[in-house]
């Protein structure tokens, strides 16, 4: 049984679950990358599919190292620019029904603004079902787009959200468990 699991093709960065970078991260979240060459007489187009590259035994690679290996040959230089596109196996909030060590946290992105909230993952699809706007099929990603309330401090209505996971093996989780979240404090209402 693996301890603490966390959603296949996420880390914990600082608290906060980002998507990994391994070629077997973008796999688990069926996340394909696109690169087009944006000088005019290569004009190469490529797509990096995950999970044939997982089966090249590519996977522990990092897609950084793998874009480099797609590179153009050409003496001036790779002119690739390259997209992540959306990924087809998404995080959702029903993924995170019952785990005590998961919050979701709504910051403001106005200037200078430091208003944050922190929801259980509960309390946010309850809220998005009273509004009719989602439920806990709602990806984490389209989140910011369904806060419709202005920020208390800046009157602003531009959001962020990510979710925090803390590691139930980490010391300050034994001792303190869910009131690991009080440090993080409490914005205000959104
Ligand atoms: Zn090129
Ligand atoms: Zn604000």
Redesign the pocket.
């Known amino acids: 049984m693996t301890v603490d699991p966390m959603p296949p093709g996420w880390t914990s960065l600082d608290g906060t679950m980002q998507p990994a970078e391994s070629i077997a991260a973008y796999a688990a979240r069926v996340q394909t990358v696109k690169g087009a060459c944006r000088d005019a007489i290569c004009n190469r187009r490529v797509t990096l599919d995950p999970k044939v590259l997982c089966g090249h035994g590519l996977g522990r690679l990092r897609i950084a190292q793998v874009k480099r290996l797609f590179s153009c040959g050409r003496i001036d230089g790779c002119r690739l620019d390259w997209h992540n596109e959306p990924a087809e196996n998404p995080l959702r909030l029903d993924q995170f029904i019952g785990r005590a060590n998961v919050r979701i946290r709504v910051s403001?992105r106005?200037k200078g603004?430091t208003?944050f909230r922190v929801w259980k993952v509960e309390q946010m699809i309850a809220g998005l079902q009273r509004r009719k706007v989602g439920d806990g099929r709602t990806e984490v990603d389209k989140l910011p787009a369904l806060m419709s309330a202005p920020?208390a401090?800046?009157k602003?209505t531009s959001w962020d959200v990510a979710v925090l996971w803390v590691s139930e093996q980490t010391m300050g989780w034994r001792q303190l468990g869910e009131r690991t979240f009080d440090r993080v404090g409490h914005g205000g209402g959104v």
């Open positions: 403001c106005g603004c208003f920020c401090v800046c602003r």
